[in-house]
């Protein structure tokens, strides 16, 4: 989801790479779960996001836009994102009874660098800390990388920076066309192809979804 605001109020001002030590570690998170409520919208799913959640709960697409799952607009296009429970302070739908991620391996991306955010430039991106979402004031050092605590951590913020700058083109491309039914066929074929679609758990994931990134890019850019 992308923000236009002014990185000197929203962060420290600084750009952090993985192997920067950055004030984020929340030590355990002891007694707090203020970003697992009320956060509305926000939290977007990427295709990986999704298939790790879906594979750990053995659920699919269908199943999970039940009650799980929600479909918004993203900048111009149709993304999933969590969803919130409609009970008093709006807990995320898999915060459990003692206030823990119930999901806490397979976590999506922004939960995981929370509370680093993402600052997409040049076909890449950096991480900020974010100083205004979490209210632990004693954070420790910590190195970014060991923060975001992700597998395969190259291949992962490779495809987070093409996922990323795929969906900006997309949305360019379909914005320049103005072809209401292009549009409508690119957003339903972006949910088929990188959501709905199931992807094996025999093959890599990257692998998988390189397939269909190309296969998209062929079809509308
Ligand atoms: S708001 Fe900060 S301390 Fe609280 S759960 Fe989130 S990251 Fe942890
Ligand atoms: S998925 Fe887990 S970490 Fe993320 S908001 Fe929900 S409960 Fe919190």
């Known amino acids: 989801m992308r923000r236009d605001c002014d990185l000197n109020k929203i962060s420290d001002g600084k750009r952090y790479l993985l192997n920067d030590m950055v004030?984020?570690?929340?030590?355990?998170?002891?007694d707090c779960s203020v970003c697992c409520h009320d956060m509305g919208t926000s939290i977007v799913l990427d295709p990986l996001d999704f298939y790790r959640i879906s594979h750990f709960l053995n659920r699919s697409f269908e199943t999970m836009l039940d009650s799980?799952?929600?479909?918004?607009?993203?900048?111009?296009?149709?993304?999933?994102?969590?969803?919130?429970?409609?009970?008093?302070?709006?807990?995320c739908v898999f915060l459990n009874d003692s206030n823990r991620c119930s999901i806490h391996p397979y976590r999506p991306g922004i939960c995981r660098i929370f509370p680093l955010g993402r600052l997409y430039e040049n076909n890449s991106f950096s991480y900020i800390l974010q100083v205004n979402e979490c209210p632990n004031e004693q954070k420790s050092?910590?190195?970014?990388?060991?923060?975001?605590?992700?597998?395969?951590?190259?291949?992962?913020?490779q495809f987070i920076a093409d996922w990323h700058f795929f969906l900006k083109e997309l949305h360019e491309r379909l914005l320049a066309q103005g072809n209401e039914e292009c549009i409508k066929k690119a957003t339903m074929q972006l949910l088929q192809f990188f959501y709905i679609e199931p992807y094996s758990s025999e093959e890599d994931f990257y692998t998988q979804f390189y397939m269909r990134l190309l296969h998209m890019k062929k079809l509308f850019i």
């Open 141 to 157: 050092k910590i190195k970014v990388s060991k923060w975001i605590d992700t597998p395969d951590l190259n291949q992962n913020q």
């Open 68 to 91: 799980q799952i929600e479909l918004n607009i993203v900048d111009g296009l149709i993304l999933p994102n969590l969803k919130m429970t409609e009970t008093l302070n709006k807990p």
């Open 23 to 30: 004030k984020a570690d929340c030590n355990g998170c002891k």
